[in-house]
C-alpha cells in the first residue's frame, strides 16, 4: 500500500485499481491519527518493557540485561 507523508506530519494512503469498465478508482484515505496511535502504542511498549526489566532487576541483575537485549532485538527479528 502506498502511503505518503505531508511535510506537515500528516499521512495519506493512496490506492488505485482499474474496474472492468476500464475506469481508474483512486481511493484516498487519511491516515495521520493511526500513524499517531500507532506511534504513541509503541512508546507506551518500550515503556513498559523498561519498567518490567526494572523489576526483573529486583530479583536478579542479569534478567535485566537479558530482558533489554531482547526488548532491542525483537524489531530487528520482527522485521
Do not use: C
Request: proline letters at 3%; zero cysteines.
Amino acid at each position: 500500500m502506498p502511503s505518503i507523508s505531508s511535510a506537515k506530519g500528516g499521512h495519506l494512503f493512496i490506492g488505485a485499481r482499474a474496474t472492468e469498465r476500464g475506469t481508474l478508482l483512486l481511493q484516498v484515505r487519511d491516515l495521520t491519527l493511526e500513524r499517531r496511535s500507532t506511534v504513541k502504542l509503541e512508546s507506551v511498549m518500550k515503556v513498559a518493557v523498561s519498567t518490567l526489566a526494572d523489576l526483573a532487576e529486583y530479583r536478579d541483575t542479569d534478567t535485566r540485561q537479558h530482558v533489554l537485549r531482547v526488548a532491542r532485538l525483537t524489531p530487528e527479528i520482527a522485521r
